[in-house]
């Protein structure tokens, strides 16, 4: 092996896969150097996402790129592929589908990925955490991993597990390691973040013990939270953000998924009655709150109906930013099998035209911040622009 493991990189999905690949990355320790090309790489390591079908897709379709890189060349990098894919088919069948592929990891096997490699290269015993490959001024800090909710629509249980919420000790620790790296902020992601701790019997405080902790590290500007499920943000909740202030920010991630009642219900979400309920408690105590909040159109026995009541509801709230997903019908879930299936077509008209709604708000509340001074967050001046920060 070369003194150094070229790595070649590829990370599918959400921001807790990268958190994964960056962990992978540091098992390589001293050894590692990125390449910026397949052709100068040893290792070509893909992280998958496989959470709906086109994410699916773009994941194997990177694989095949990638493999047909590979032919012909003079010398041929090892390809390690991990994480939801091979977790979500299993290693066995994707191995005969897919032959291209060196080494399969699955979600479970991550933790081991320095040691699976041992077969093809020398790596050190000992390795430093986590590498990060975020810009220098923010980092992820996934705090748990699973779900404990099961949605109609979602394979994330089925891939991810169950909750298991990583300990506050470790926690705190790896955010002092990043405030060292030169992180600014902290972006705090799990799949529900106020589920934090509930495994433990924690009750429903495990968040903000955990955000009371994190506030007396030094030297961080904001904590972000990202992903918090609705019925999980309290009063208790907001009322610590609000009384909080920096470097806590007033960012709320709530995935609301639809606004129907009928649909809601059909999605086996808990709060089907009236989320708007979830809305108004947050701008009560939160006037100012960055509201943001993802919705799937299209859903099994969507109406146009159903659909319009969505608009109005977007109309009203105001969110600072909305994305807008079309129904996947994922194998293995409960909604793949329901009666009602919407036309790709339907969905993408219907995705289209609340996409521009949205547009026209956004417009809106950005041109009420005209003339105000902002505090932002400067990672680099651009190379080729000195007078362009990034």
Known sequence: MPATLRVYTISLGCPKNRVDTENMLGQLGHAYQPAADISEADLVLINTCAFIRPAVEESVQTILDI????????????????????????????????PEVDLWLSVQDQAFFAHRLSAYFDIPEKAPGRLLTTPPGYAYLKISEGCEHRCAFCTIPSIRGQLRSVPMEALQEEARRLRDLGVRELCLVAQDLTAYGRDWGSGSDGLCRLLDSLLNISDLDWIRLMYLYPTGVSRDLLQFISRTGPPLLPYIDVPLQHAHPDILSHMGRPFAKDPRRIVDRIQSIIPRACLRTSLIIGYPGETEAHFQSLVSFVQEMRFWHVGVFAFSAEEGTAAARLPGQVPDEVKEKRRQELMQVQAGISREILADYVGETLQVLVDQPEPEWPALFQ
């Open 67 to 98: 493999g047909m890189n590979l032919e012909g060349g003079a010398r041929r990098p090892v390809l390690a592929v991990a994480g939801c894919l091979p977790a979500r088919y299993g290693q066995q069948e994707l191995a005969r589908e897919l």
